[in-house]
């Protein structure tokens, strides 16, 4: 395979100059190896000849593509310019049928003679009651194209298609390909391919392209993900390996009066058993000597704002200082209105710093971090500028860190000799298998339980219809003097979509509450106007917060119990989780309807119904997962995986990237660096395939 990704896909035969470089830009195929590893999406049976009178009987609106063989009888050229068309007569004898083409027609004309023996395949159908072909593929009965078993349905672009480059194109080249070499070489190391009983390289390209069996192709799609997958797990183990070998860390051996204190006299509630285990791993993290890059994933509600603080006060203990960056100025005001209000007695000094902070208090700030004098800030990205300084900046908590890039996180490092140790929180919970790909490199804890008290929210499914039933609900709710949030999808009015818009909604909402304040908010609105009806709502002056997922993150309302989700169809599961999460924060007993349209999809019904059967987050991101696949997960692949993914899929091949885990931790500790002769291919194609052009790889 090495020789062949060096061999330019133009020298292929059947592809020349001109269909390289249409194949190079639409499809990235660059080499021969290129082309073997764009495998077919689907394929077609050419292992039986039909005749047309069985197809006369047979034929049916879903007949699949068959083949017969025969000769044409007679063509004709019909129409003139754009609705020109060739019609051929097409006999073998037990019956008639007409091929019809629509393009190149005049190339089809030249090409085809009358009493020469043909196959053709294609989709039959009736039009007028005359068994039609449209566009069939035409082969001599000795071309390499007809009769054999089973035909590669490849994944191609319009483009492609309009330059004459299709499915058999490329299917042709790829025969072409692997007539003309004996043997493709084997990548992996050999001690793999026979302790995961895989079948070879060379037997997995062939069998991928021309399946002999079904159980051959089986075999070869499990090889091929199987590799795609190893190469991955081998790339993070060995970067995690790398940073926790190389990354000297701040020594944090000390437990203060700030930790004792607080957990004596400050800390609210007990903590879970699943919060105290992420404590005890990030202790242990701190007496390393190693720099820390822990992920916490935890659910909505689970405490982990909590650890982060204890894990900082840790640090303040220790004679450091310590920061918390969050994506959104919300976010970051609630995290330091917590932080503030939880240490107040201690005498912490804890500051905050945004796009929104005065002159004066950025000044402040500026002078207590060089002094030391300030133990936690608190802000969005502000805290990476340049002009904000810290004497020893020692342990840095990331909130939702997908909404972050990987050159901004960066920036955190050069604010200390010594990198700070690093504590990720997501409140998105990310399936397993994708925590291991996406996040391989970085130590992973999660809090899985939530504090004692703390009611699983009812979640119902409801059609537009019942809203008259939903309102007098919700106004029950607010009799008992609690708050309701109703969010909706879009702000303007879209008619195409026909969505319930935002404007449209609050006038619907106010005119079914006329004694309740409404409050109003959406991404579009200036920031002090969003403030403003933001913080009506938390007071409790506003008893209805209408506004779009603007509130998904960041907003603290335990007095709110009701949470509508107008057109729930159009959120995605793991969206429609977080905007659950805003209710539930307190002691009563929380709603959750959504609302949708009366006639849904199977699919669609499957979906909403994940989010009616279960509060477990995990559930619900490992069903988001398999039902739609892994996409973007609300930002954690914005950097793209290190390598392709031409046939493996995260959301459904969790046993083959839990195997190939293993494999590449048990090749990496016989053979840390690859450096052994029996790796030596292996390595090879794991420095040709990585894509990266920076090395974040250090960086969580």
Same mark, same amino acid.
């Given at each position: 395979?090495?020789?062949?990704?060096?061999?330019?896909?133009?020298?292929?035969?059947?592809?020349?100059?001109?269909?390289?470089?249409?194949?190079?830009?639409?499809?990235?195929?660059?080499?021969?190896?290129?082309?073997?590893?764009?495998?077919?999406?689907?394929?077609?049976?050419?292992?039986?000849?039909?005749?047309?009178?069985?197809?006369?009987?047979?034929?049916?609106?879903?007949?699949?593509?068959?083949?017969?063989?025969?000769?044409?009888?007679?063509?004709?050229?019909?129409?003139?310019?754009?609705?020109?068309?060739?019609?051929?007569?097409?006999?073998?004898?037990?019956?008639?049928?007409?091929?019809?083409?629509?393009?190149?027609?005049?190339?089809?004309?030249?090409?085809?003679?009358?009493?020469?023996?043909?196959?053709?395949?294609?989709?039959?159908?009736?039009?007028?009651?005359?068994?039609?072909?449209?566009?069939?593929?035409?082969?001599?009965?000795?071309?390499?194209?007809?009769?054999?078993?089973?035909?590669?349905?490849?994944?191609?672009?319009?483009?492609?298609?309009?330059?004459?480059?299709?499915?058999?194109?490329?299917?042709?080249?790829?025969?072409?390909?692997?007539?003309?070499?004996?043997?493709?070489?084997?990548?992996?190391?050999?001690?793999?391919?026979?302790?995961?009983?895989?079948?070879?390289?060379?037997?997995?390209?062939?069998?991928?392209?021309?399946?002999?069996?079904?159980?051959?192709?089986?075999?070869?799609?499990?090889?091929?993900?199987?590799?795609?997958?190893?190469?991955?797990?081998?790339?993070?183990?060995?970067?995690?390996?790398?940073?926790?070998?190389?990354?000297?860390?701040?020594?944090?051996?000390?437990?203060?009066?700030?930790?004792?204190?607080?957990?004596?006299?400050?800390?609210?509630?007990?903590?879970?058993?699943?919060?105290?285990?992420?404590?005890?791993?990030?202790?242990?993290?701190?007496?390393?000597?190693?720099?820390?890059?822990?992920?916490?994933?935890?659910?909505?509600?689970?405490?982990?704002?909590?650890?982060?603080?204890?894990?900082?006060?840790?640090?303040?203990?220790?004679?450091?200082?310590?920061?918390?960056?969050?994506?959104?100025?919300?976010?970051?005001?609630?995290?330091?209105?917590?932080?503030?209000?939880?240490?107040?007695?201690?005498?912490?000094?804890?500051?905050?710093?945004?796009?929104?902070?005065?002159?004066?208090?950025?000044?402040?700030?500026?002078?207590?971090?060089?002094?030391?004098?300030?133990?936690?800030?608190?802000?969005?990205?502000?805290?990476?500028?340049?002009?904000?300084?810290?004497?020893?900046?020692?342990?840095?908590?990331?909130?939702?860190?997908?909404?972050?890039?990987?050159?901004?996180?960066?920036? %955190?490092? =050069?604010?200390? /000799?010594?990198?700070?140790? *690093?504590? #990720?929180?997501? !409140? &998105?919970?990310?399936?397993?298998?994708? @925590?291991?790909?996406?996040?391989?490199?970085?130590?992973?804890?999660?809090?899985?339980?939530?504090?004692?008290?703390?009611?699983?929210?009812?979640?119902?499914?409801?059609?537009?219809?019942?809203?008259?039933?939903?309102?007098?609900?919700?106004?029950?709710?607010?009799?008992?003097?609690?708050?309701?949030?109703?969010?909706?999808?879009?702000?303007?009015?879209?008619?195409?979509?026909?969505?319930?818009?935002?404007?449209?909604?609050?006038?619907?909402?106010?005119?079914?509450?006329?004694?309740?304040?409404?409050?109003?908010?959406?991404?579009?609105?200036?920031?002090?106007?969003?403030?403003?009806?933001?913080?009506?709502?938390?007071?409790?002056?506003?008893?209805? %917060?209408? =506004?779009?997922? /603007?509130?998904?993150?960041? *907003?603290? #309302?335990?007095? !709110? &119990?009701?949470?509508?989700?107008?057109? @729930?169809?159009?959120?995605?599961?793991?969206?429609?989780?977080?905007?659950?999460?805003?209710?539930?924060?307190?002691?009563?007993?929380?709603?959750?309807?959504?609302?949708?349209?009366?006639?849904?999809?199977?699919?669609?019904?499957?979906?909403?119904?994940?989010?009616?059967?279960?509060?477990?987050?995990?559930?619900?991101?490992?069903?988001?997962?398999?039902?739609?696949?892994?996409?973007?997960?609300?930002?954690?692949?914005?950097?793209?995986?290190?390598?392709?993914?031409?046939?493996?899929?995260?959301?459904?091949?969790?046993?083959?990237?839990?195997?190939?885990?293993?494999?590449?931790?048990?090749?990496?500790?016989?053979?840390?660096?690859?450096?052994?002769?029996?790796? =030596?291919?292996?390595?090879?194609?794991?420095?040709?395939?990585?894509?990266?052009?920076?090395?974040?790889?250090?960086?969580?």
């Amino acid at each position: 395979m090495l020789r062949l990704a060096q061999t330019d896909i133009k020298y292929v035969k059947g592809i020349g100059p001109t269909r390289a470089s249409l194949l190079e830009t639409e499809l990235g195929l660059h080499t021969a190896a290129d082309l073997l590893r764009h495998y077919p999406t689907a394929y077609l049976d050419r292992s039986k000849t039909y005749t047309i009178r069985s197809l006369h009987d047979d034929a049916t609106d879903n007949m699949p593509h068959v083949q017969v063989r025969g000769r044409f009888v007679a063509f004709n050229v019909l129409g003139e310019g754009a609705k020109m068309r060739l019609v051929g007569l097409f006999s073998d004898g037990t019956a008639s049928m007409e091929c019809v083409w629509f393009k190149g027609v005049g190339a089809m004309r030249r090409r085809l003679r009358t009493g020469n023996d043909y196959i053709v395949f294609g989709k039959p159908s009736f039009f007028n009651r005359t068994l039609q072909m449209s566009h069939p593929d035409v082969d001599s009965p000795d071309s390499v194209d007809a009769g054999a078993s089973i035909h590669g349905v490849y994944p191609l672009t319009e483009k492609l298609r309009q330059r004459g480059i299709n499915s058999r194109v490329i299917g042709s080249a790829v025969r072409q390909l692997l007539a003309s070499h004996a043997t493709i070489a084997e990548t992996l190391p050999q001690s793999v391919v026979e302790s995961q009983g895989l079948m070879s390289l060379d037997s997995a390209i062939r069998n991928i392209h021309i399946p002999t069996t079904p159980r051959d192709l089986s075999a070869a799609r499990e090889r091929l993900k199987f590799e795609e997958l190893f190469l991955i797990q081998t790339d993070t183990v060995m970067r995690a390996r790398r940073r926790r070998g190389q990354t000297a860390g701040y020594l944090m051996p000390h437990i203060g009066r700030w930790f004792n204190d607080f957990y004596s006299q400050c800390l609210p509630f007990a903590l879970t058993g699943a919060q105290k285990r992420v404590m005890k791993e990030v202790r242990a993290d701190l007496l390393s000597g190693r720099q820390m890059n822990r992920l916490v994933q935890g659910d909505v509600g689970s405490g982990k704002t909590i650890v982060a603080l204890m894990c900082m006060l840790l640090a303040v203990d220790n004679g450091f200082q310590a920061c918390l960056m969050a994506p959104t100025e919300i976010l970051a005001t609630q995290h330091f209105q917590t932080i503030s209000s939880m240490t107040a007695q201690l005498g912490l000094n804890v500051r905050l710093l945004t796009g929104s902070t005065k002159t004066k208090e950025r000044r402040l700030i500026a002078t207590q971090l060089a002094e030391g004098t300030l133990h936690i800030l608190v802000g969005t990205h502000a805290v990476i500028e340049d002009k904000v300084e810290f004497r020893n900046l020692g342990f840095a908590v990331i909130d939702e860190q997908h909404r972050f890039g990987v050159a901004q996180r960066a920036r %955190l490092w =050069a604010k200390s /000799v010594v990198p700070p140790h *690093v504590l #990720v929180m997501t !409140a &998105t919970p990310i399936p397993r298998t994708l @925590a291991m790909t996406v996040y391989g490199d970085l130590d992973v804890s999660v809090i899985d339980e939530l504090p004692p008290g703390r009611k699983p929210v009812v979640t119902v499914l409801r059609a537009q219809q019942q809203r008259p039933a939903v309102f007098k609900a919700a106004r029950q709710q607010i009799d008992l003097g609690h708050q309701i949030y109703i969010v909706y999808p879009l702000i303007d009015e879209n008619d195409k979509l026909e969505l319930e818009s935002l404007e449209k909604g609050y006038d619907d909402v106010c005119g079914a509450f006329p004694d309740i304040d409404v409050a109003f908010v959406h991404g579009r609105m200036k920031p002090a106007e969003k403030d403003y009806q933001m913080q009506k709502f938390a007071s409790g002056k506003s008893r209805i %917060l209408v =506004a779009t997922t /603007v509130i998904e993150v960041g *907003v603290n #309302v335990p007095n !709110a &119990t009701t949470m509508i989700i107008e057109n @729930a169809e159009r959120f995605g599961l793991s969206q429609l989780h977080q905007l659950r999460g805003r209710v539930g924060r307190g002691a009563d007993r929380s709603y959750c309807v959504l609302m949708s349209k009366q006639n849904l999809a199977k699919e669609t019904r499957k979906r909403l119904e994940v989010m009616t059967s279960t509060t477990d987050g995990f559930v619900i991101a490992e069903a988001d997962m398999a039902m739609r696949g892994p996409g973007d997960i609300e930002g954690t692949m914005q950097s793209g995986l290190p390598f392709d993914l031409k046939i493996s899929n995260l959301a459904t091949d969790g046993i083959i990237i839990g195997r190939a885990r293993e494999a590449a931790e048990k090749l990496l500790d016989s053979d840390p660096t690859l450096g052994s002769p029996a790796n =030596a291919v292996f390595a090879t194609v794991l420095r040709n395939s990585t894509r990266r052009t920076a090395d974040w790889s250090m960086i969580s």
